[in-house]
């Protein structure tokens, strides 16, 4: 037993070593990025290792499900309906933003809706102590180094309290959800009050999606896409291989029909046909809007999500 408890105490001592190495090597990175040792002691004084952010980083991938029920779980009648409320509430401050940065209300409200359910939980993790714990021990070390230092600069520049700095596991942050490298990036300051507010303040967090939507391409003149319907002889026709960008005129030519039946809209735009679930599953084309929402969250479950929470929220 003695021998085991001596064994367990070297094997601790030598961990604590090897982060203590660590946190000096990350300091001396810090220093060059012009992080002042003021905010270096205030943050490694209350940093810790988490085991739970460990645990979730090292989690198998769970089992792929279907496109229908994550639908179900994301986009409930609740959360259109309170969406459509939000959108009332801040229909002034959208308004001015939407016209501003070039990008349609709806989906700054239904990126916001999904991202934290307009507000409501943006993550209870101290980031600091995340990133460090994914910087030192997670399988994506290198990535999260760079995200823990511009997270650093944040604190640094007095945009938010060490203490107030919560988020997920992963570091996104804020009601926009940002990681550290996106809030500096793409973080807006629309109510001039000095700080890029996207934990607290609307006017901030609106114009900061709608700038990072702005920022990679977003073409204000169209939609993301739809969910079009087409009867068996139709299907037959295409090429499941070749379904990438082709002009919205041929998925009309062979048949596709809006979701309620409708002739598609003659626009000059390229659509690209997704099945997400299949033949036997919803059926959308999507447009360049849609790549960009990707940017967001680079899953088409997920962008096919705010798409049809952004149509919800105006029908």
Known sequence: MIIIIVLIN??????????????????????????????????FKSVKIIDK?????????????????????????????????KYFLHKEDLDIISEKYKVQSRFIMAIWGIETNYGSYTGKFPLISSLVTLAFEGRRAKL?????????????????????????????????????SSYIQYAQDFDKDGIKNIWDSHPDIFASIAYYLQSFGWDYS????????????????INLDDLKDKPLSYW???????????????VNILATLLLPDGLNGKKFLVYNNF?????????NYYSLSVGLLADGIIN
């Open 144 to 180: 999260f180094r760079k995200q823990l230092l511009d997270a650093l600069k944040i604190i640094e520049n007095d945009n938010i309290k060490l203490h107030e700095m919560k988020g997920s596991w992963a570091g996104a942050m804020g009601q926009s959800q940002f990681m550290p």
């Open 10 to 43: 070297i094997s601790l001592a030598d961990e604590n070593d090897k982060f203590k190495i660590w946190v000096d090597s990350l300091r001396v990175d810090a220093q060059k990025e012009g992080i002042s040792t003021k905010t270096l002691n205030e943050v």
């Open 53 to 85: 952010v460990i645990e979730l980083d090292r989690k198998q991938p769970e089992t792929k499900i279907t496109f229908q029920t994550y639908l179900n779980k994301i986009i409930s009648n609740k959360r259109i309906k309170l969406g459509k409320k």
């Open 291 to 299: 790549n960009v929402i990707k940017k967001y969250n680079a899953s």
């Open 222 to 237: 169209k939609t993301w896409g739809r969910e079009v319907i087409a009867n068996e002889k139709v299907l037959e026709l």
């Open 252 to 266: 009309d030519q062979i048949g596709f029909k809006k979701a309620n039946g409708k002739k598609l809209p003659k």
